[in-house]
């Protein structure tokens, strides 16, 4: 099984940045794919990108050019960086490790970006 933990969010200004890092231990080499989400207040959660085992990535509309997605294998770990923040960005960040017919979620790191 997959364990994941995220951390880096915070309170940034409107044009700010934050990188977010997701770290993954447990059964890592089953690992098919992960991927950030968030969550705003009174929303549903929303898929903002996933990146694959080859490192293909994927982005919601609304974040593409703004946030990037990486991993680093070697420490386990998957960031995200977000550039340009908008207070719409404001959310809890949840990231996501899939494995074949099942998914590890973390609690979530609080992102708040102030107008």
């Known amino acids: 099984q997959v364990q994941v933990v995220e951390s880096g969010g915070g309170l940034v200004q409107a044009g700010g940045s934050l990188r977010l890092s997701c770290a993954a231990s447990g059964s890592i080499f089953s690992i098919n794919a992960m991927a950030w989400y968030r969550q705003a207040p009174g929303k549903q959660r929303e898929l903002v990108a996933t990146?694959?085992?080859?490192?293909?990535?994927k982005y919601a509309d609304s974040v593409k050019g703004r946030l990037t997605i990486s991993r680093d294998n070697a420490k386990n770990t998957v960031y995200l960086q977000m550039n340009s923040l908008k207070p719409e960005d404001t959310a809890v960040y949840y990231c996501?490790?899939?494995?074949?017919?099942?998914?590890?979620w973390g609690q979530g790191t609080q992102v708040t970006v102030s107008s």
């Open positions: 990146i694959s085992s080859g490192g293909s990535t």
């Open positions: 996501a490790a899939y494995e074949a017919g099942r998914s590890s």
